[in-house]
């Protein structure tokens, strides 16, 4: 089944405390996760920024929103238990928790509308099912995929010799070609069959990565793909990276999967989303930087 938002979690997870026991949020993760079906996949499947599991988060949230009801309690940090109030709530046996229902306690109503100050609301009439740290993350997700288009956009219409500058510039940025000069005047020196430029792995050249760079409007299938494994057999070479502004075939990927020789595939959507990291063509116009509390800093001396 799919991840359920965080008012869905909210009644599982009042019941599980209802044996009035002090649980950790890792306790409740996996339990949790058990209730719901989830898949290893859906338990493991991250925020867009990586750094939390997408259903220990709406856990989280769903625990802050109980909490605010005056539900449950912290007891010390990262575990709590059920209150008094919240055994009532179970006792009346609700068909689901949202957040419609806890609006029946003042103590949620002012966090609500404290809340709802704070933060863009997608819907006046409707609230959000997803929490804060989701809707922020999926922002800045979608504005960055909107950015990675429009990067794709331009390289398309540019000239070989931007394109050939991008190359340079990335793969300088990313710790490779040594230094600027040294892989500008490697990258388009060369033209044996299909490659376009020869760059050190590392600063002191201890390997060497073999470049095919180019503008192709087509999907990138396998033939193309062979051309280049053969180019680099003749050269010896072990590993070999391939740039397009198009895509790749799913033939091209298995291609390179099952060979000997290292071929990294680079697509058009990639290449974007790695000027974006490495700031190539791009410039930063904000910077927000997301605080929580330290609760060693209040429970300590």
């Known amino acids: 089944m799919a991840i359920p938002d965080f008012p869905s979690i909210m009644l599982p997870l009042l019941k599980l405390l209802k044996d009035k026991r002090e649980h950790s949020l890792r306790e409740v993760v996996d339990q949790l996760s058990d209730i719901f079906n ?19 988060n709406r856990i989280s949230w769903a625990k802050t929103h109980l909490k605010k009801a005056g539900l449950l309690e912290p007891t010390r940090k990262s575990c709590f238990k059920i209150t008094k109030r919240g055994l009532n709530i179970l006792k009346q046996r609700p068909e689901e928790l949202n957040l419609k229902y806890l609006d029946r ?52 219409v540019s000239s070989p010799s931007l394109f050939e500058k991008i ?36 600063r002191l050249g201890l390997d060497i990565i ?4 180019k503008k192709w409007e087509n999907t990138v299938r396998r033939p193309e793909i062979q051309k280049f494994a053969g180019a680099l057999q003749e050269q010896r070479a072990k590993k070999g990276i391939c740039i ?13 999967s099952k060979i000997e ?3 990294v595939l680079i697509d058009g959507e990639l290449l974007a989303q790695f000027m974006i990291d490495h700031n190539i063509g791009v410039t930063s116009i904000s910077n927000y930087e997301i605080k929580r509390i330290d609760s060693d800093y209040f429970t300590g001396e």
């Open 38 to 56: 989830l898949t290893e996949e859906e338990r493991r499947e991250p925020l867009p920024s990586g750094l939390q599991p997408t259903f220990e």
């Open 244 to 256: 397009t502004t198009s895509g790749f075939s799913k033939d091209a990927y298995d291609y390179v």
């Open 210 to 213: 073999y470049i095919q760079a």
């Open 261 to 263: 020789t290292k071929i």
């Open 105 to 156: 306690f003042e103590e949620f109503k002012d966090f609500r509308a404290k809340k709802d100050k704070s933060e863009i609301q997608p819907s006046v009439s409707k609230p959000s099912q997803t929490s804060p740290a989701e809707a922020l993350e999926n922002a800045y997700q979608t504005l960055r995929d909107t950015l990675a288009k429009k990067i794709l956009q331009q390289i398309k």
């Open 167 to 202: 190359v340079v510039e990335l793969l300088v940025g990313m710790g490779y070609g040594g230094s600027r000069k040294d892989a500008g005047k490697a990258i388009g020196k060369s033209g044996d069959e299909g490659i376009n430029g020869i760059i050190k792995e590392d």
